[in-house]
């Protein structure tokens, strides 16, 4: 079945921004949906993930032409966003080492 919609949406953008992918591949937060079709990052629904996606090279440019409140107000959005994947990987990473042991 072909992507639609979001998925598709972010698709594409995981593609332009390959050094997001990479990261994400790298912290483990890339991940597959229930039912193993689309991509989604640890932690965020699909629309969450497009969303920080789209916030990423704006909270990271020196002139992303948003106002200073508007700039602000997507900082704050990314954070948000990010400390939700940097949970959800620790928590992956915590399951992770509680299985290792044999329990």
């Not at 700039?71 to 959005?77: C, F």
């Not at 966003?81 to 620790?90: E, F, N, P, S, T």
């Not at 928590?91 to 290792?100: F, N, T, Y």
Request: hydrophobic share 40%; net charge negative; no cysteine.
């Amino acid at each position: 079945m072909p992507l639609q919609g979001t998925e598709q949406k972010v698709a594409a953008l995981l593609e332009q921004e390959s050094s997001v992918k990479h990261w994400l591949e790298q912290i483990r937060a890339l991940d597959k949906d229930a039912q193993g079709r689309h991509i989604v990052v640890r932690g965020l629904t699909m629309e969450e993930t497009e969303e920080f996606l789209r916030l990423r090279p704006l909270v990271q440019s020196a002139d992303a032409g948003l106002t200073s409140l508007d700039l602000a107000a997507a900082k704050q959005r990314y954070a948000e966003l990010r400390a939700k994947i940097d949970a959800a990987v620790q928590d992956e990473a915590i399951e992770g080492l509680s299985s290792w042991g044999g329990n």
